[in-house]
């Protein structure tokens, strides 16, 4: 059973920083590329950030472009989103997603399998 658990959402002040993390489970986590969206009240869900399994191809939505850093650790299954300099337009909860692929895709319909999701709040 597919299982994608996001955690390291949290109130932080504007300019802060966090660190979400999405464990995989249920698949071969190698294999599959895995990406970050947000979705804030009243907005569609919004592309983040995406990897592929071997980490060699990498995209980020506009937003994110030279705040956030995608990463992951294949032997931990484990992909992790770095964000800095956040701004209360970051605000919104925060989806990883998986699919199988050696490609990557910025588009919410690609993907198979989606966490929960986490909160971020930015708010002095």
């Known amino acids: 059973q597919v299982q994608l658990v996001e955690s390291g959402g949290g109130l932080v002040q504007p300019g802060g920083s966090l660190r979400l993390s999405c464990a995989a489970s249920g698949f071969t986590f190698s294999h599959y590329a895995m990406g970050w969206f947000r979705q804030a009240p009243g907005k569609e869900r919004e592309f983040v950030a995406v990897i592929s399994g071997s980490g060699g191809n990498i995209r980020y939505g506009g937003s994110a472009k030279g705040r956030f850093t995608i990463s992951r650790d294949n032997a931990e299954n484990t992909v992790y989103l770095q964000m800095i300099s956040l701004k209360p337009e970051d605000t919104a909860v925060y989806y990883c997603?998986?699919?199988?692929?050696?490609?990557?895709?910025?588009?919410?319909?690609?993907?198979?399998?989606w966490g929960q999701g986490t909160q971020v709040t930015v708010s002095s």
């Open positions: 997603a998986a699919k199988r692929s050696w490609v990557v895709s910025t588009t919410t319909g690609w993907y198979d399998y």
